[in-house]
């Protein structure tokens, strides 16, 4: 009994952690299923939606915030699609790549310029801040929420893909996109559409994952983000449920070496995580599926 | 014709950067101090309230005699965005300005990462709050107006053994910075001296999750929560030890004498204890007119967090900018080498108490720390008596 009182604040936090993690690498795995594209600005755009939650909610009661939250980012994320990647999609793949590195920078800098580089308190959210007791383990109740919500809309999410008309458009895009745009299928719609929903689940993680840590800074997505592209590719990058799984093995590793007082180590052990990812199974849990892409 | 499009906006953007960076220079008889603080990244709200604090001093004093010449005092301030790669350039962009003398900055690292700079360029630097031992040692012209860490260390480990009672403490900081690990150090080394024990971790650089470190001190029965660090971990921190329901007081050193502290605790069950130059109320002019100053303006207020608070830091800028002013005179010169020579041996009485330096580093000669508790019913600082020790 003792010994699960004194680990389960860890896994907790763990599990809650790879739930936010989750929701974000689910944007990088769609991305890159679809385009061949990692998108650096990602993270950037989980970090947008914080910082729109700020700004928003200073003058805006929170029923009418949190949508207009998850409105802007979905719109944020069509933009720079729009903008940054579709002119560049005859381009060499690198090209597209540094374009997403460059929006990545333009981003942080943005929030630089409107914070004035300074942290932003992130608002309480009523009843998910709140504070609970679990066996003895006092948290706040978006911890028990998180990976709740987040199998929910993965679920969500996959049947979307495998029963919705759009959904099939995807994975004929993931499979092959030149044939898929001679069988007549809208490729620019289809593309828009995988932004919508990862810049979507992004607003939703920075929902969870500011509530529980609440300050907001221009380079609050460089660390989630690179931690959630590595849970992206440690699961198989092109594939959800890998995403997924791969981002609650990190969010609860992560802290359980915390827990142990390595607490040096925890950054040490992602980034060791996915190099060894790479060189045992360069495809990752879940990536050998060709026609799981998406 | 793409191309030519391409080339033609990009030189757009080179000239209108251009343009801005060519506004001219004033007049001759003007005399350069350079503001070495960060303004962005984990330190930017404690560097904009030391940097008030100079802009306060420069807007009381404008001008300087020296040598029987009226001088113009221009401030130029660089960001050096709380980063130790970033110092150096910033550090650099100073020299170039032909500053007379520098001032700053907050936080160690930094300090030391600028500190060759400067050095190189003779030019000499007066830290203002960074108080680990090492800006100053071995660099000559580097100084310091406030307390070290191996003074404020132990200042900080008698509390918690005396005062707090405790045998037990938790110490956390980030690795690889400079301020908070050497204050940790020396923390560890008076509480164990005194028969206590330690449990010491330190958080990566970009960490926002402490529910593990907190979690930790509670399984370790740790009576008191120590961890210098950034304020704005500090907010993280505070918030996590509130979630979790610990009852450890929190304990830290003079970085989280700031309003952005009193924020985060305000109406929360956690207690905050903290060691610091100046303690509001001490000077009750100096207090009352900065006040003043503070709220005609909203750029400064928003700067200091959006209330009037004073900070130590401030209150330290603003003794800072008047030390740089009589060292200056003392040398008769606005030359840097001069003005060195003459920092030995200058003597100011600042709102934060005697300020004179002593032979060996050029440190400040202070035996008094002041120390505060935040209210968290009302978002004030409550003084403490203050400890004076040796």
């Known amino acids: 009994m003792s010994f699960l009182q004194n680990s389960l604040p860890y896994i907790l936090a763990g599990i809650s952690v790879g739930g936010q993690y989750a929701l974000i690498a689910i944007g990088y795995t769609m991305v890159y299923g679809i385009l061949r594209l990692i998108n650096f600005a990602h993270g950037d755009v989980f970090m947008a939606a914080g910082m729109f939650m700020v700004f928003l909610s200073a003058s805006l009661p929170l029923g009418v915030a949190v949508p207009l939250v998850l409105l802007l980012t979905v719109l944020l994320g069509f933009l720079i699609e729009r903008a940054a990647y579709k002119p560049l999609r005859s381009a060499p793949r690198m090209s597209v790549m540094i374009s997403a590195i460059g929006v990545s920078y333009l981003l942080q800098n943005c929030a630089l310029y409107f914070t004035g580089g300074l942290a932003k308190v992130y608002p309480q959210l009523p009843w998910l801040s709140d504070t609970v007791t679990i066996l003895g383990a006092v948290t706040k109740r978006v911890t028990l929420i998180t990976p709740i919500l987040t199998l929910v809309l993965v679920i969500g999410l996959s049947l979307f893909i495998r029963y919705t008309k759009v959904g099939m458009a995807m994975r004929a895009v993931s499979k092959d996109f030149e044939t898929a745009r001679l069988m007549g299928i809208k490729v620019n719609s289809v593309i828009s559409t995988t932004f919508i929903i990862g810049s979507l689940l992004a607003a939703v993680g920075s929902l969870l994952y500011f509530t529980n840590y609440a300050s907001v800074t221009p380079t609050s997505g460089g660390m989630p983000g690179l931690k959630c592209f590595v849970a992206a590719v440690f699961g198989g990058i092109g594939s959800i449920p890998g995403a997924v799984i791969g981002a609650f093995i990190i969010g609860i590793c992560e802290n359980i070496i915390k827990g142990l007082g390595w607490t040096t180590f925890s950054d040490a052990f992602t980034f060791a995580l996915l190099i060894v990812i790479l060189l045992v199974k360069p495809t990752g849990l879940f990536g050998e599926k060709a026609t799981d892409k998406v | 014709m793409k191309k030519v499009l391409a080339l033609v906006l990009a030189c757009v953007m080179v000239f209108a950067l251009a343009a801005c960076g060519g506004s001219g220079k004033s007049s001759a008889d003007t005399v350069t101090i350079g503001v070495f603080e960060p303004a962005s990244g984990d330190n930017g709200a404690g560097g904009k309230q030391e940097t008030l604090g100079v802009q306060y001093a420069n807007s009381v004093q404008p001008t300087v005699e020296i040598g029987g010449k009226t001088y113009n005092v221009v401030v130029k301030y660089v960001d050096n965005e709380s980063s130790n790669d970033k110092a150096p350039s910033a550090a650099a962009e100073l020299v170039n300005a032909g500053c007379s003398i520098v001032l700053g900055s907050y936080g160690s690292g930094v300090s030391i990462a600028g500190g060759p700079t400067f050095e190189a360029a003779g030019i000499p630097a007066v830290g203002i709050t960074c108080t680990n031992p090492q800006v100053t040692e071995g660099n000559t012209y580097y100084f310091r107006i406030c307390f070290l860490d191996p003074f404020q260390g132990t200042v900080l480990a008698n509390y918690a053994f005396n005062e707090l009672g405790v045998t037990k403490a938790y110490c956390l900081n980030k690795l690889g910075d400079d301020y908070s690990g050497g204050l940790v150090k020396y923390f560890i080394d008076a509480f164990e001296g005194l028969g206590g024990e330690c449990v010491h971790e330190e958080f990566p650089d970009g960490n926002s999750d402490f529910t593990s470190y907190v979690a930790n001190a509670k399984a370790a029965d740790c009576g008191v929560f120590f961890s210098p660090v950034s304020t704005e971990a500090a907010q993280l921190i505070i918030d996590q030890v509130v979630a979790q329901g610990a009852s450890f007081p929190l304990l830290a050193g003079d970085t989280w004498d700031s309003n952005v502290i009193l924020q985060a ?65 003392k040398a008769g010169s606005t030359e840097p080498a001069k003005v060195m020579a003459a920092l030995w041996d200058t003597e100011i009485n600042g709102v934060t108490g005697p300020i004179a330096l002593d032979k060996t580093n050029g440190d400040a000669i202070r035996n008094t720390a002041f120390v505060k508790q935040a209210d968290t019913a009302t978002g004030t600082w409550i003084a403490l008596d203050p400890v004076t020790v040796g």
């Open chain 2, 265 to 329: 605790a305000k109406g929360k069950d956690v207690q905050v204890t903290v060691t610091t130059f100046y303690p509001e109320g001490a000077d009750a002019n100096f207090d009352s007119s900065i006040k003043a100053w503070i709220n005609g303006d909203s750029t400064n207020l928003a700067n200091n967090g959006g209330d009037d608070t004073v900070a130590a830091v401030t209150a330290m800028g603003y003794d800072a900018y008047f030390f740089a002013l009589a060292a200056m005179q």
